[in-house]
């Protein structure tokens, strides 16, 4: 039989050239069929926070799944979604009151978009359903989603999108010393929209697929405090930063604001089912709580109670083991060894990143993509991002010093072998 999967984002000619099966996941290291090891420098496209065989995750989804394998919360309820939704709000200092599950990122987005316009319409505002996005993020690919995608390649062959939305410049050079020379821009452009429209704008503080590009904190605070003047709600999208990838459980508690809505997903079971959600503040939810108003949108396994349970299992180890100080102890370190690689490499434009995710930005002349098969040789895995021209360097959170040093190292070697073959 011919190759049977049609995979996402996937050139399959090139795939079915030489296919990749990989048939087991041990700490942070993944193994084919041939034994060769990899580590995924993408981290499983961001989830894979806790590494593979964690006994104890497993054990409480296989627990949760005897006691009640499936259960839609459409009308109805189970106890592993209410367990996991109190202990997560718990470690938010009241700044939320409500998770709205989904099963993933893309739904989680939709979800937030529908309730921004909700809220509006409850408001009284009705006529605010324009929602604004930067450009360079990605936040998913269903069509609401996609109507606010900041990477054009993306939007290709697809048509019209149906969310009234606007785009809003952001550029790979953002940085904490040229931050306030972007901030009129951003402002003039959403004004010329006429806010009267603009239900939300969305932002993730760390553009994750566009290329790996921290927003500084004041420039999201600065936005913040516009939105609040505008009657625009603030929506953070942290599927990629949320639950440590920052050194924080969730980077606005760096920046320093609570947004209106928080989307999650993604390492929110640490990869070990799929799950999502939007976090909701009390201004929000309180609307929908009274019994005169219903949401009318949910997803059939939005809340899972497998997920649920490899979710909470997720935040007692980020907490028992103390992986949010680890990452904050390591931070340094790793921006450090990543830097010794824009220092020795001519062909390293800039290196840029926080927490436990970076970006090897190339010069324009050498497409990061034509490094991935010299890194495959050296069992390191990476997709380059759809915009701007990095090797993504984003390991599980578990990873070590030595982890850190054996991945420069690698990279060191795959630059080298690069350079001598073209
Ligand atoms: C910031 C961000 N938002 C949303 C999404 C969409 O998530 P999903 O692929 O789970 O639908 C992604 C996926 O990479 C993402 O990086």
């Known amino acids: 039989m011919s190759y049977p999967v049609w995979h996402p984002f996937t050139n399959m000619g090139e795939f079915l050239e030489d296919p ?28 894979l926070s806790l590494g593979y065989g964690r006994e104890d995750i497993i054990e409480a989804m296989m627990d949760q799944a005897k006691k009640i394998a499936c259960l839609p919360l459409f009308g109805r309820s189970h106890q592993a979604a209410v367990d996991y939704a109190e202990k997560l709000l718990g470690y938010l200092n009241g700044d939320f009151s409500k998770i709205f599950y989904t099963s993933g990122g893309s739904e989680a987005i939709e979800t937030a978009l529908k309730i921004s316009r909700a809220y509006h319409c409850v408001t009284g505002n009705p006529q605010k359903t324009q929602v604004g996005h930067f450009s360079n993020s990605y936040h998913g690919v269903s069509l609401g989603a996609l109507s606010i995608m900041g990477i054009p390649s993306i939007r290709k062959n697809v048509g019209p999108v149906p969310t009234d939305s606007f785009e809003i410049p952001m550029s790979y050079d953002i940085s904490q010393e040229n931050w306030e020379d972007y901030v ?56 990629v930063t949320g639950y440590g990838r920052t050194g924080y459980l969730f980077a606005y508690q760096e ?17 070990y089912a799929p799950l999502g959600g939007v976090l909701v503040t009390a201004k929000i939810a309180d609307l929908f709580m009274t019994g005169d108003v219903t949401l009318n949108h949910g997803f059939t396994h939005g809340g899972h109670p497998i997920a649920c349970a490899a979710a909470s299992k997720t935040l007692d180890i980020l907490h028992s083991e103390g992986i949010l100080n680890h990452i904050q102890d390591n931070t340094d370190y790793f921006s450090q060894q990543m830097q010794t690689l824009d220092d020795e490499f001519e062909i390293v434009e800039q290196v840029k990143g926080c927490g436990y995710m970076y970006g090897v930005k190339l010069v324009d002349q050498h497409d990061a993509a034509n490094l991935a098969p010299f890194a495959r040789k050296y069992g390191l895995l990476f997709r380059r991002p759809a915009e701007n021209n990095v090797i993504p360097v984003v390991p599980p959170l578990v990873s070590t010093r030595q982890d850190i040093d054996n991945i420069v190292t690698r990279l060191r070697t795959i630059i080298t072998e690069y350079l001598l073959a073209i």
């Open 20 to 47: 990749l099966i990989l048939t087991k996941g041990e700490g942070i290291n993944l193994y084919d069929e041939q034994g060769n090891c990899y580590l995924d420098l993408n981290a499983c496209l961001w989830s």
């Open 184 to 239: 009129e821009k951003i402002e003039q452009c959403i004004l010329a929209q006429d806010v009267k429209t603009v239900a939300a704008i969305v932002i993730e503080p760390v553009i994750a697929a566009g290329g790996i590009i921290p927003i500084p904190s004041q420039l999201i605070r600065r936005l913040k405090q516009f939105c609040i003047t505008h009657n625009i709600l603030l929506i953070l999208d942290e599927i």
């Open 255 to 271: 920046i320093g604001i609570v947004p209106d809505l928080i989307t999650v997903a993604k390492a929110i079971t640490s990869g």
